[in-house]
Structure formats: structure tokens, C-alpha cells
């Protein structure tokens, strides 16, 4: 594909670039810095620029980097050139032409990749890989609301199995409705305002079931406005809904059947969402939303929690660690609700799990000091909080030994500091430091003597010691030379300077500016200890875990001599006075 038929409008990232390629984005930076003719961004911000499709891959098929891109590389290479920034259509019609369908992926570039592919790998796994590439890319501004893989896969793991079905009332482009269930599933239906993604999401499940015979429905609308399924009662619903949705639809739901706890207000979409999922569970049927944090604990929706707790409908609820949502960094909490066939058999009890200290990539199976259960009567209070940190507690240290620990490796790393700590001598400043002008950072940068790679400059040449152009890189004076005359600080290695001196003495400074490198990872170790040990002390003081130290003896006589006499000397020059 040349130039030519790229869209010109089309922008990518340094990371889509670094896929273009098959490098990592560390070569893409390194290119970037060392060669002149590398295309200039046309948009983004200076942390995050943006670059024209179309001369990055004219600059690519000049390089000897960008000849052997992989399929999947010239897939998306030709359905950006197709679609633009329209991807999650352009992945519609790979879905739809891998169905068997010839109307929808018109452009033969993309055709020709998608048919190379098919006899690479199953066409799961091709929609797979350019689901993945597509949550990565620009394109997925596009696609509010959309689940991350890592949310998919943690709502699988807490859904559990079904042989019946599957639904999702806000799916998306239908990670949550793909990855759970397992492969007894008979039925995934879903629901979603975004029509490309309805479309692609009916592709995907289409794909994942080809072989398994699952019926497949997956329909554009408003789910809470306009149901498309209002009689179904399913056998487990998953959600990740919208969040902080004013206008939900309210005023026209105020009879609504499905506000079994109640109405919500308008600032309570996600409870109206819950609720939805809930309306929609098939006695004996369960169901998986994926809600913040704040939802819990929310004084304007405690009438609404109270009452589904009241009724039994919620099982658990999971508090997640930061990072599996796509559009914040907040943690969310999966709300577990389960409808029983006999209403005798409802929850009595809420099982919290508190599992915010994790990686955002699991485990998920919790210990057993983050998860306990809750009985009804103690979550039925004024605030209806259903924070599980509220109620999952750390176990409790064995202080005595921890904190005789902490004393012992307090001490010896006391003893290691001060050897980290280099011996430095007066330097005459009349020799001065530099053996020739400075020499500046932007000009080894264009020599390829070193790289910068996130704002961190290293040595990539024999000639420099690495330490020692990181410890001058980072002096004062280059600092100073970063900042503006109103005092703003705009950290710009390429303004810095290295004195120019040979490579023994650049060892030499090199040597200490390890140990002081050293030196201050271990201070800042000791400092944690020392937080640690004593808020260790204290709670263990104040718990009555630990005693204090003995009565002073005769040890401290004088100390106590000393205390004493002082005493008497104020006192009596309180009474001279």
C-alpha cells in the first residue's frame, strides 16, 4: 500500500507506530531522535503526539525496519487506510467477511490480509488479536463505556459457568458477553446504544460460537429507554454500565416494574442499571455488575441498598484494585446479586471481598483475610455502607516478633549506610572541573551517543560512562537551566550539559554517583522501616500487644541525677527571681 492510498487525515500514536512495525516503542523513540527524516507529529501533546499515518508509512517503506511487517500489521495498516478513525466499523466488516459476508470489507488490501490470515490462525483468535490492537490504538476514543480485557477477565472469573444465557444489557463491543458463561452457554444476547459496536460485538460472539451452535442476538438501542428484550430472564447478566448519567430516562420510568428496591434519583444511574440487570435474572440466576466505588456507599442511594440487601438479592460484593477501567483510573466493585428460585432460600448474609491491593492482573482468588461474611443486620444501619474495606480487616501482626525484627534489620542497615556514602575530597576549584566546553545533551542525542527513552537519558556509546552523564544530567545547574525565569520547571533533557572530560575521570565520578545512588534507595528503605517500626510500636503499645521498657534502674542514675539537679536549678532560679 503506498502513500497514496492512506487517508491523509489519519493520525497514530507513537505505540500504534511501534505495532505498525513490530518494534517496541523504545526503537520508535530512538528513530525519532536519531533520524532527521522521521515524519514530525502533526497533533497530540508533546507527552503524547500524534503522527500521519500516511508519512509514517512512507518513511517506513524507506526503512529497512518497516519491510517485514507481519499480517496483522498490514491488516490494520490497510484498514486504516480504509476506515480512518472509524475502527471499531472497519472490525465489524473483517467480523462480518470472516461469517461468510462479501459486502462489508469493500477495500482488497484488507480482504487480501484478512484471507492471508485465516490460514494462520482461527478466526477467534484473528478477531482476538485485532480487538486487542484496537483497545490499544486512538480509535478507542470512539468507544465509551467499552470493558477492558482485564475487567473481562476478572468478571469470568467471579461469574463462574452457565449452559444457559448470557446477557448484557450495555455490552459494548462485547468483551463481558464473549468472555464469560464458559462453553456450555446456549444463548449471549446483548443490547448497546453504539451501533458499530453492537455490530462488532455480534461478530465476535458469532465467531466464538461458530463451532458451539450458540444463538447469537445482539441489538443497537437504549436498553433502559427501549428494552429489545423485556421478557427475558436470563441466567447470568454481566454489565459494565455507564456511569454518572444525569439523563437516564427517569421522568418517563417512574412506573417502571424493573425498580423492585425502588426509584432511582437522577443522580443514581448505576442503581438503575443494577436494577435492570436484576429485573432481567431468571429465578435461580445470578448476576455480575461492575460498578464505582462510590455507588456503596452513596448517601443518596442507601433506600435502594437497603432494600436489596433487605430482600436478599445481593451476594458479594468485590472491591477491585485501580486500573481495570477504560475511561478512569478509579477502582470499581463488582456487585454480585443473585435471584433465588424459593424465597425461602434468599442471602441472610453479604459476602465482602476486598481485593484492592492486588495487581490489576489478579490474583483474584482471595485469601482468607480479604474477604469475610457480613450478616444483613449489621449492613442495615443509617449509612448502609457496602464498602468491603468497611468490614474486611488485615489479620492482626504478631508485633512482638515483627517488631524485633524490624529492630534487628534497623540495625544493620544502620551499619551498611554510612559505607554507601562516598569519601569526597575538597577539589581545588582553581583546576576546574571541565577539560574543554561543555558539551550539550541535544547534541549527543543526534550523535547516537545516547538515548532517551521517558525522560531518561543512558549512555549507549563506550565513550560515556552511564552514570556518570545520568548524575550530571540531573545536577542543579541543569535544573536551573530547566527552569523558567517565574520559576515554572519544564524538564527538558536535551538542554542539558556534561562537562567535557576524559573517560578515567568520567569513571571516577561515575563510581560515586552509584553510591550515592545507593545510598539514597537505602535511606529511603530505612525511612519506611522506620515508619513501619514505629507505628508498629505504638499500635502495639496502645493495643496492649507490647509493654514499654522496664522501670529505669540504676543504669540511669545520672541520667536521672542530671533531670533532677536541672529541675532544682530552674526552681531555684524561678524562686531568685
Known sequence: MTAEDEVPGVAVTAAEIARLAGVTRAAVSNWRRRRSDFPSPVGGTSASPLFSLAQVQQWLDGQREGREASGEVRLWQALRGAYGEEMVRALAAVGDHLLGGRDELTDQAARKAVDELVTERSLAEL?????????????????????????????????????????????????????????????????????????????????????????????????????????????LVVCEPPTAVADWGRESLLVDPRWEA????????????????????????????????????????????????????????????????????????????SRSSDPGQAARSVRMVDLGANSPDGPWQPQSHQETEVPLIDLLNDEVDLTPSRYVREPEPDYAAEYAVLRGDFDARLSRLLALLPELRPRDRAGGLDEGAPVAMSDLLAAGLVSLDGGDITSVSD???????????????????????????????RAARLPRINIERQHRYGDAFRLLGAFERELAELARMGDRAARLARDGLT???????????????????????????????????
Open 262 to 337: 425502588g426509584v432511582p434519583s437522577r443522580g443514581e444511574s448505576e442503581l438503575a442499571w443494577l436494577q435492570h440487570c436484576y429485573h432481567h435474572t431468571a429465578p435461580g440466576g445470578r448476576a455480575v455488575v461492575a460498578l464505582p466505588a462510590s455507588v456503596a456507599h452513596r448517601r443518596s442511594g442507601r433506600r435502594i441498598r437497603a432494600e436489596l440487601v433487605r430482600r436478599g438479592c445481593v451476594t458479594a460484593i468485590v472491591a477491585l484494585p485501580s486500573g481495570l477501567a477504560a475511561s478512569h483510573a478509579l477502582p470499581l466493585h463488582l456487585w454480585l446479586l
Open 463 to 493: 565513550q560515556l560512562d552511564p552514570d556518570y552523564v545520568r548524575g550530571f544530567a540531573n545536577s542543579a545547574e541543569n535544573a536551573r537551566r530547566s527552569t523558567s525565569p517565574s520559576g515554572t520547571f519544564r524538564a527538558d533533557p
Open 127 to 235: 478477531m482476538d488479536g485485532l480487538v486487542a490492537r484496537l483497545l490499544e490504538s486512538t480509535a478507542r476514543a470512539a468507544l465509551d463505556g467499552t470493558s477492558t480485557l482485564r475487567l473481562a477477565r476478572v468478571v469470568r472469573e467471579f461469574a463462574g459457568e452457565t449452559s444457559g444465557v448470557v446477557f448484557d444489557p450495555a455490552c459494548g463491543i462485547g468483551s463481558l458477553l464473549v468472555a464469560v458463561g464458559g462453553n456450555a452457554v446456549g444463548s449471549r444476547l446483548g443490547q448497546d446504544t453504539h451501533a458499530d459496536a453492537t455490530r462488532l460485538a455480534w461478530v465476535r460472539v458469532a465467531l466464538s460460537a461458530a463451532e458451539a451452535g450458540v444463538l447469537a442476538q445482539v441489538v443497537a438501542g437504549d436498553s433502559l429507554r427501549a428494552d429489545a428484550f423485556p421478557d427475558l430472564r436470563a441466567d
Open 543 to 577: 493495643g496492649g500487644a507490647l509493654d514499654p521498657p522496664p522501670t529505669r534502674g540504676s543504669g540511669d542514675a545520672e541520667h536521672q541525677s542530671t533531670t533532677t539537679d536541672g529541675d532544682d536549678a530552674v526552681g531555684r532560679e524561678d524562686r531568685a527571681l
